[in-house]
Structure formats: C-alpha cells, structure tokens
C-alpha cells in the first residue's frame, strides 16, 4: 500500500522559513495531485495547499508547495514564521486502494 | 460560503449502532464527491469512506468495509454514515469533507465505542 511519510515535528523561530516534506512510498509522488491541510489545537483541518502549488484564497502567500521528484517528495515551505501557524500539517494525495493517502502528519512549533 | 454541519456522535458499546449525518450548503451538492475522515484522540487523520456525487459509487478504508455504509441524499443535501459493529478502535471524531480541487472539512462529530 501507498504511504505518505512526514517528519513527526519541526521547529523553528518567529520570522523564519521551514519547509515539512512528505515523501511518496513507491511509484512517483509527482503522478497525482498532493494537498495540504493545517490543524490548529482544537479545530478542524483546513487547506493550505491543494494541486501540489495551488494557495486557496484567504491563504498568506508565505505558504507555498512544491514537488521533488528526484526524491519523490512533496513539501510545504511557511516563510516569515507567526506563532498562529503553530499547528500540525498533513499531506494527503491518492492511491489506486485508498481514494485518499494521508501522511502522518507534522507538529510545527513556533518559537 | 460552504458549511458542513456534522451530527449522531455519541457513546455506543461495543459491537453496536451509529448513523452519522452531514448537512451541507453554499455549493450545488451533487456535483462533488464526499468523504468521511476520522481522527481517534491524540492520533492523524484517517481516510474511512468516499461517495460519487450522484451516489452510484462508493468506496471503504479496509479498517471499515463490511461495517460501515455511506450514502448521501441530494434532495436534502445530506450525507450519511451508517456504522454498524462498532469496535473501541473506532472511538474518532468523525468528520465529513467536501471532494473536489479544494477540499472544505466540518467540525466533525465524536464517536467513543466503549462499554
């Protein structure tokens, strides 16, 4: 079965830039479309990314995806670091089983 | 706006019953697909249950085929999650999601299977 595999965390200090990556098991992550989707504490997810790169409206252009496939990985890079984007992030793409693969998911802190 | 409205949470003993239902608004509801997502406490997000959007196809997580049913209502823009032989590894907010290049997500409705 596909899987997707993200860091189980990640920190980094207010203002600055980090990138949470989510690589593919088998095949090429770049054959189908990869979301991602923030949950802060408490809430529901929502989408950040969606179709590798695609920002939603309402989403801050700090946030953008981009795909590898040399290492067969998706990423989600949040640049200029706010304390409200501490959340955990999941990556979800497709599978020929699973409509939807989801990945572990990533705690961001921000501190 | 889209909203999605979940409700039927609740506390069920094992191997029992539960319908779950998603009232949705703000797009034309039978032309997306929808999904059931779960999260059990203090762990990720799970895929359980997808339907087209005219009802004529549906898929099952293997955790849930043969327990579980999906269907959906277009005349009342409704979806449903009917589960049957709950286990205590199903205790989950359940949460129903709208398909499509956006994905838009309830507030989810709690499940705990215990005795």
């Known amino acids: 079965n596909f899987m997707l595999t993200q860091p189980h965390s990640v920190s980094e200090s207010p203002g600055k830039t980090v990138t949470i990556s989510c690589t593919g098991s088998s095949g090429s992550i770049a054959s189908n479309y990869v979301q991602w989707y923030q949950q802060r504490p408490g809430s529901a997810p929502t989408t950040v990314i969606y179709?590798?790169?695609?920002?939603p409206s309402g989403v801050p252009d700090r946030f953008s995806g981009s795909i590898d496939s040399s290492s067969n990985s998706a990423s989600l890079t949040i640049s200029g670091l706010k304390t409200e984007d501490e959340a955990d992030y999941y990556c979800q793409s497709y599978d020929s089983s699973n409509p939807w693969v989801f990945g572990g998911g990533t705690k961001l802190t921000v501190l | 706006e889209v909203q999605l409205v979940e409700s039927g949470g609740g506390v069920v003993q094992p191997g029992g019953s539960l319908r779950l239902s998603c009232a949705a608004s703000g797009f034309t509801f039978d032309d997306y697909a929808m999904h059931w997502v779960r999260q059990a406490p203090g762990k990720g997000l799970e895929w359980v249950s997808l339907?087209?959007?005219?009802?004529?196809?549906?898929y099952y997580a293997d955790s849930v085929k043969g327990r579980f049913t999906i269907s959906r209502d277009n005349s009342k823009n409704s979806l449903y999650l009917q589960m049957n032989s709950l286990r205590t590894e199903d205790t989950a907010l359940y949460y129903c999601?709208?398909?499509?290049?956006?994905?838009?997500w309830g507030q989810g409705t709690l499940v705990t299977v215990s005795s």
């Open positions: 179709e590798d790169n695609q920002r």
């Open positions: 999601a709208k398909g499509g290049y956006r994905v838009y």
């Open positions: 339907i087209s959007g005219d009802g004529g196809s549906t």
